[in-house]
């Protein structure tokens, strides 16, 4: 195929990167230089590092850090287990298959869930603990989050433990070594770049979560994506809104960078 040829493919990824994605960025930019009144003014950028919108981010990094910690504590060992099973990829379908349901409606079931009235009080009444309060809680808002984000963890690590070669793990236990030490040493560094991209794929959705932490947390939690739904939507401060969207893609640009996979110059992939 001739460059000119590769060119002209590349005219469609490049409108959809200029439409969909560069055009919005901007667009977020150019609207944080604006208060309410539609006046050009820094003020939106000097609000932002006030103590509220400085305690609201490093409450959104808290939970995201939660979410993606428990995320990955139950992911891992679920993707070892897969690569383990005769069936594994009816397992992995079964995992991913809740991602095929909308969120919104997801939200709703853990609503009747943790109700007063639903199955988890009615368990907690049957083992005789009597009836709690689980909804707008902390508990519900992690749980929930958790479940929602464990299928976008589950496959990178998967997948990263699938490409590992059987010879190197059956090398360290002929060499002695305990299956500890075969997974501290052979099986997890080779992991590695799977649990940073599995990390990056929970823990940057999870700093702008909003419709959760209404549903679920009942606003008792409140992150930098709840605060930019009031400015659009209650508020109407786009200004301030849009400001706080800067500093989050700022966020995950930083977060995409830390902890990208670095290659070495000349190394094949």
Not at 11 to 16: D, G, K, N, V
Not at 234 to 253: K, P, R
Request: include cysteine; proline fraction near 4%; hydrophobic fraction near 55%.
């Amino acid at each position: 195929m001739t460059r000119r040829a590769r060119n002209f493919y590349l005219i469609p990824y490049c409108f959809w990167i200029l439409l969909f994605v560069i055009a919005p960025i901007l667009l977020i930019v150019y609207y944080s230089f604006f208060d309410v009144d539609g006046q050009l003014t820094l003020a939106n950028y000097q609000n932002f590092f006030t103590p509220v919108y400085m305690k609201m981010t490093l409450s959104s990094f808290w939970y995201a850090f939660l979410i993606t910690v428990f995320t990955l504590l139950i992911s891992y060992p679920t993707a070892y287990l897969l690569t383990k099973l005769k069936h594994k990829q009816l397992f992995l379908l079964l995992i991913i298959l809740p991602t095929w349901i909308n969120l919104l409606l997801k939200a709703y079931a853990f609503i009747g869930i943790f109700g007063t009235y639903g199955a988890a009080n009615q368990f907690l009444e049957f083992i005789g603990i009597g009836t709690k309060q689980i909804l707008f809680t902390d508990f519900s808002f992690l749980f929930v989050s958790t479940y929602i984000f464990i299928p976008f963890m589950i496959l990178p690590i998967y997948n990263a433990i699938e490409e590992i070669n059987p010879s190197l793990v059956q090398a360290s236990r002929d060499l002695g070594a305990s299956s500890m030490i075969t997974f501290r040493r052979v099986i997890f560094p080779l992991t590695l770049d799977g649990v940073k991209a599995g990390c990056q794929a929970v823990f940057i959705p999870a700093l702008s979560l909003f419709m959760i932490t209404r549903l679920i947390a009942g606003n008792r939690v409140i992150t930098l994506g709840t605060a930019i739904e009031e400015h659009f939507l209650v508020t109407q401060d786009w200004g301030m809104g849009s400001t706080i969207g800067v500093f989050l893609i700022i966020a995950m640009i930083l977060i995409m960078f830390l902890t990208g996979t670095k290659r070495k110059r000349g190394a094949r992939k």
